[in-house]
């Protein structure tokens, strides 16, 4: 059974940092691109950040290039989003994704909340 189980969210001023994990299990880890999604309240779900299965690749978002970085390790099966330089606008539930063909499995997502 697949499980994807995010942490590391929290309450962060404006202008900090934040470090998301990604515990993955069930699946052979190294094998798969990993994603990152976030979902601000009233907005569609948007790809943040994405890596490839031995992380020799990442791509980003417009909104977070510069300031986010995603990296994995899979000795320890895990993917981590670094988010530095947040803003008001990075508010949302940030969710693990990763894609097997027909299976698409998600976690339960963890918040992440931006404010003065």
């Known amino acids: 059974q697949v499980q994807l189980v995010e942490s590391g969210g929290g309450l962060v001023q404006p202008g900090g940092s934040l470090r998301l994990s990604c515990a993955a299990s069930?699946?052979?880890?190294?094998?798969?691109?990993m994603r990152w999604y976030r979902q601000a309240p009233g907005k569609e779900r948007e790809l943040v950040a994405a890596?490839?299965?031995?992380?020799?690749?990442?791509s980003y978002a417009d909104s977070v290039k510069g300031r986010f970085t995603i990296f994995r390790d899979n000795a320890k099966n895990t993917v981590y989003l670094q988010m530095n330089s947040l803003k008001l606008e990075d508010t949302a539930k940030y969710y693990c994704n990763v894609n097997r063909g027909l299976l698409v499995d998600w976690g339960q997502g963890t918040q992440v909340t931006v404010s003065s």
């Open positions: 069930g699946f052979t880890f190294s094998n798969y691109a």
């Open positions: 890596i490839t299965s031995a992380g020799g690749m990442t």
